[in-house]
């Protein structure tokens, strides 16, 4: 069992009178790497800042390493950590200055900084820029000396504050990758806060969910994308598809649910009557033209619906639909989008397996 | 023609000719006005950083002091450390008035404003994350405040510049609080207007010349730290 090396303990933030943090607990344990996620104003950015004890809380209590901090002991505790952010503000000076920063400050010697620099300079790909001065960087390898600057102290605790937002496409995805590299070298224990899904799903052990302050779930990567609390987990970790529904028979674990156009036999612990949604991704909702009825078959549902609208991006098409039951949205590669000949008004079959529904 | 002519002939003779008095003329003012400067720095930055970034009631009023005194007319700051330092003034006992410290005190009252309104707008301009992203690296506060400094250097440079600038060319204060007394309280300003009253324009321009050399080398140093490394601008036109 890894030590819980920071605690939060009923933090409340406020601002202005509206709470914007509400935490009961949270616990971030040794080597490991959580992410939290959410929609903008959730309170992430907030969040982080009382972690790294850069903003104190209205109330409640951080413990690092079992220690709870307060203003004595605040520097020494911050010293322990370091925050990377989205915008990597840089002083007006060289990367190498930039980056060996956080080591000066700690009056740590020259050859020292040298000698832990160079590495994580080469590292992060950025060893020939040393002497560059950093206005003249362009965004992904200025958050590359932002993540230098972080990454040489060799903290206890790295906090991320969305690092890849501010970066194009192609950068963002090379610097993703790198870090799931660098992460699972080190073993740093991270929590980074993010809205991006794809970012989450890459670096995540376990992925917290943060709506309007709260933590509305905390689970691993599988649970909470596969398995979400309730509709709101479900419309952040990007579940389109939520199909409200009534459930009609229950018996040892199989429900029959009943929904507007159609019913469907799924696994699932709720009583008779009880208000169900339907839950099911994008990229599990299949399309065609079958000449098939609705009906349920052999675990499939099948329901007709209208193209609502195409919204076409590199490599997939979403498609967004109209049912009886209420509004889909599918995920259709190019090759079977161009086969099918999708124009917007069709009427098209649209099926998704029993299996891959979540009840809540 | 023939005047300014003969004014620069004469301010030559004077300066290289090694004038004991003038050279001590220029040595008191480079005295009282960088000692007034280096206070008024010392005083100002700090002032500036509080008020740009702390929030306390009453600080929007202080804010707009500020900026009013940088435009403080000298005469009028003159006027009141006179009533104030005035033998029968309540300052009297100090016996400071026709002093060089009075004329510093009165340089400080005009340079601090200059100085303090600077600071506090280049401290403004700076992003607010930027100290959270030092503290976020393990800075102090101390060290927080030190690389915003570091960072606002351009800015600083200039409300030096600026500060020393508004009380090396200021005559009026340093008139009525100095009293322009030979070998005592007598500067570059004050040897001018004294010259040029008694038809002595050839002292005078020279006096004058002197006073802009000095400026112009002060201020092409400090401006030769500052454009170091500076990036160039695109072409706007």
């Known amino acids: ?360 | 023609m023939e005047l300014i002519w003969q004014g620069i002939v004469k301010a030559l003779e004077l300066v290289f000719g090694g004038d004991r008095e003038v050279w001590a003329i220029t040595w008191l003012s480079l005295k009282i006005s960088g000692s007034a400067t280096l206070i008024s720095l010392l005083l100002g930055i700090p002032l500036g950083i509080v008020l740009a970034l702390t929030r306390f009631p009453g600080r929007a009023v202080g804010a707009a002091l500020v900026n009013t005194g940088m435009g403080l007319p000298p005469v009028v700051v003159g006027l009141f450390i006179s009533i104030g330092l005035w033998r029968s003034g309540p300052l009297g006992f100090l016996e400071l008035i026709y002093t060089p410290v009075a004329m510093v005190v009165a340089q400080v009252v005009i340079a601090l404003p200059i100085v303090a309104g600077l600071t506090m707008a280049s401290f403004q301009s700076l992003d607010p994350n930027l100290a959270l992203q030092l503290l976020g690296i393990g800075a102090s506060k101390l060290q927080v405040l030190w690389l915003l400094c570091k960072e606002a250097r351009l800015s600083l440079l200039a409300a030096v510049m600026a500060g020393f600038g508004g009380v090396i060319s200021e005559v009026g204060a340093s008139m009525m609080v100095g009293g322009n007394i030979r070998g005592q309280t007598r500067v570059l300003t004050t040897a001018t207007v004294l010259e040029t009253g008694k038809g002595n324009f050839d002292v005078a321009i020279a006096l004058g010349l002197i006073l802009l050399a000095l400026c112009f080398a002060l201020n092409l140093f400090l401006t030769h730290i500052q454009q170091r490394g500076q990036m160039r601008w695109p072409r706007l036109s």
């Open chain 1, 1 to 360: 069992m890894a030590e819980t090396l920071l605690a939060l303990r009923d933090i409340t933030v406020r601002h202005g009178g509206s709470t914007v943090l509400d935490l009961q607990s949270f616990e971030v344990d040794g080597g490991e790497v959580v992410v939290v996620i959410g929609p903008n104003g959730a309170g992430k950015s907030t969040l982080l800042r009382v972690m790294g004890l850069l903003q104190p809380a209205t109330s409640g209590n951080v413990f690092f390493r079992g220690v709870l901090a307060g203003r004595e002991n605040s520097l020494a505790i911050r010293r322990r950590m370091a925050s990377v952010f989205q915008e990597p503000l840089l002083l007006d000076s060289t990367v190498y200055a930039n980056a060996a920063l956080g080591l000066k400050l700690r009056g740590i010697d020259r050859d020292q900084i040298d000698k832990k620099l160079r590495p994580w300079l080469e590292r992060l790909g950025i060893g020939h820029l040393t002497s560059r001065r950093v206005r003249t960087l362009s965004g992904g390898e200025a958050q590359r000396t932002s993540l230098a600057r972080g990454l040489v102290l060799d903290p206890d605790l790295l906090l991320l504050d969305e690092p890849f937002s501010a970066l194009d496409a192609p950068t963002r995805e090379t610097l993703i990758w790198d870090m799931r590299e660098i992460l699972a070298e080190t073993q740093i224990t991270t929590v980074m806060v993010t809205h991006e899904l794809q970012e989450a799903a890459a670096l995540a052990q376990r992925i917290g969910v943060l709506s309007h302050g709260k933590l509305v779930q905390l689970g691993t990567a599988g649970e909470i994308f596969a398995q979400p609390a309730n509709e709101e987990v479900a419309a952040i970790v990007g579940i389109e598809t939520r199909i409200p529904a009534v459930v009609e028979q229950s018996s040892n674990g199989t429900l029959t649910v009943r929904f507007e156009g159609g019913k469907a036999q799924i696994q699932g612990n709720f009583s008779n009557g009880a208000r169900v949604t339907l839950c099911v991704r994008s990229e599990d909702i299949d399309i065609g033209h079958e000449p098939e009825h609705p009906h349920c078959s052999k675990g499939v549902v099948y329901m007709r619906a209208k193209v609502r609208k195409l919204f076409p991006s590199s490599a997939q098409v979403r498609v967004a639909l109209q049912a009886d039951c209420g509004r889909l949205v599918a995920l259709v590669g190019k090759s079977r989008f161009t086969e099918l000949r999708l124009r917007e008004g069709d009427e098209i079959m649209a099926s998704f397996r029993c299996q891959s529904v979540h009840l809540i």
